[in-house]
């Protein structure tokens, strides 16, 4: 359950590990990059599929977007290096088809996210993403607005058992929760080792386990960052932009994420439950996307074992049909919501 494949002995949480692109050659067949187009790559990070799609085709061009200061600063030679033919943008991948419309693009190719944090970000202790090396409770992608620690101290106790349940799946959520309220009354949080040692008096590490405390930052970094609700708009906004027979195609680390792709992929292509078989039958939607992948894509034998954190990647890609774009989906919006945020909304879970 950690982001973008991070799983014991990979650096879950904080163990330093290159960034090797994962499923790069089945992302490269789902997005048929050889036939030419111009292409989003909405989760530059270290620039692995941007580079692999321009290298796919000599008139490839790639709208490359992240939030991250640090990854938009460390593509400039990239970007230098492919000249008109990479735009490399800051910004959000939930914005993707306004950054490519401001670009000067009407439609793409293709679109791919990578989602979850980086292992460079893991890397770097100054980020406060990892609990192995000390350093500021931070967890900012964009390195501005609320920070971890500004949650940690801020909010509620049902307001965080919410968050590590929910987004961090930690079934000890409301413990933890309340151990944070006694003892930021003493001290507040400033460091990610604080917050890591309480989680772990609290919760008993079971051997070859992960760190009691990954699900707990997860969950921290998730709701920091929006994660779900990024993907929620990202989906529909390459809806909105892709082109008649144009790819999207996501690669996700964990289940919360997967749920949301799977669930969006199954009401677009018309494949999920329709109503009521009690009820009248209703006219379904023409379907906005046809799949290109049955089912999840997971990683080769050889490449779990040359990079351990591609171990829980799963893809899953759609073509674009010509049917104009549908309103969004509620339902799958209400994904990415903690449930009283959902409840304010007159939702339901």
């Known amino acids: 359950m950690m982001g973008r494949g991070d799983g014991p002995g990979a650096g879950a949480a904080g163990g330093p590990s290159r960034h090797v692109p994962v499923l790069l050659e089945e992302v490269c067949t789902a997005l048929d990059v050889k036939r030419g187009g111009t292409f989003i790559d909405g989760t530059f990070g270290a620039g692995g599929y941007t580079r692999a ?51 000067g693009f009407e439609s793409v190719d293709g679109v791919v996210l990578d989602i979850g944090v980086s292992s460079m970000q893991l890397d770097q202790a100054e980020r406060g993403f990892s609990f192995r090396n000390e350093g500021p409770l931070d967890m900012r992608m964009e390195q501005s607005g609320p920070s971890a620690a500004d949650l940690v101290n801020e909010s509620s106790e049902a307001e965080l058992a919410d968050i590590f349940y929910h987004y961090g799946e930690e079934r000890r959520a409301r413990a933890v929760a309340r151990a944070i309220i006694e003892m930021r009354r003493r001290q507040p949080f400033e460091t990610t080792r604080q917050l ?154």
């Open 53 to 103: 799609i321009l290298d796919g085709h000599p008139q490839n061009k790639v709208v490359a977007i992240d939030r991250d200061p640090d990854a938009i600063a460390g593509g400039a030679s990239l970007a230098a290096k492919f000249k008109k033919r990479l735009m490399l943008v800051p910004g959000r991948f939930g914005d993707l088809d306004d950054v490519a419309r401001e670009q």
């Open 196 to 349: 890591a040692d309480l989680v772990a008096s609290l919760i008993r590490q079971e051997p070859g386990g992960i760190h009691p405390a990954t699900r707990v930052f997860q969950g921290l970094r998730i709701a920091v960052n929006d994660e779900l609700g990024e993907l929620v708009r990202a989906l529909h906004a390459a809806e909105r932009i892709l082109t008649p027979g144009g790819r999207l195609v996501v690669v996700t680390f964990h289940s919360l994420e997967d749920r949301i792709v799977k669930q969006f992929f199954a009401a677009r292509t018309g494949r999920a439950a329709t109503g009521s078989r009690h009820l009248p039958t209703a006219a379904a939607p023409e379907p906005t996307f046809d799949a290109v992948t049955r089912g999840p894509v997971g990683p080769s034998e050889q490449e779990m074992a040359r990079n351990p954190r591609a171990r829980s990647a799963k893809l899953r890609a759609g073509a674009r049909t010509s049917t104009p774009p549908q309103e969004p989906l509620s339902a799958i919006a209400m994904l990415a919501e903690l449930p009283h945020t959902a409840e304010k909304r007159g939702g339901r879970r």
